[in-house]
C-alpha cells in the first residue's frame, strides 16, 4: 500500500509559477506521477518520475519539472509559465514498479492515487 497526499495547489495568473508536492508513505514507489483533469475532460498524464528516467507530455516540457527530495519520499512538479488550459484538478499517482518506457505511464499502471489539489490560472 502506498499513500499519497498532495499540496500546493492555488490560483495564479497566466504566466505565474506554481509548486506541488505529493507524499508518499508505505511501500515504496518506483515510479511517481502527475495527472490533471479538467472539467469535462479527460485525466491526462503530465509529468513521471521513475528510477532513472523523466517523462513529460509534450504541452508541458519546458515549463514544468518533476523532480524527488533528497529523501526520495515526496516528489514535486515545479510549474511555470502557466497557462489558463493548464487549470485542472491535479492528481499524483504511484505504483511500485519502475516506469521503464513512456507506455507504461498510462493511467491504468497506477493503482495509488491522492486526492488531488486544485490549480486554477487565470488570463
Known amino acids: 500500500q502506498v499513500m499519497l497526499v498532495e499540496s500546493g495547489g492555488g490560483s495564479v495568473q497566466a504566466g505565474g509559477s506554481l509548486r506541488l508536492s505529493c507524499a508518499a508513505s508505505g511501500y515504496t514507489a518506483n515510479c511517481v506521477g502527475w495527472f490533471r483533469q479538467a472539467p469535462g475532460k479527460e485525466r491526462e498524464g503530465v509529468a513521471f518520475i521513475s528510477t532513472s528516467s523523466i517523462y513529460y507530455t509534450d504541452s508541458v516540457k519546458g515549463r514544468f519539472t518533476i523532480s524527488q527530495g533528497n529523501a526520495k519520499n515526496t516528489v514535486y512538479l515545479q510549474m511555470n509559465s502557466l497557462i489558463p488550459e493548464d487549470s485542472a484538478m491535479y492528481y499524483c499517482?504511484?505504483?511500485?514498479?519502475?516506469?521503464?518506457?513512456?507506455?507504461?505511464?498510462?493511467?491504468?499502471?497506477?493503482?495509488?492515487w491522492g486526492q488531488g489539489t486544485q490549480v486554477t490560472v487565470s488570463s
Open positions: 499517482a504511484a505504483r511500485l514498479a519502475p516506469c521503464i518506457s513512456y507506455k507504461d505511464t498510462t493511467e491504468t499502471n497506477f493503482p495509488y
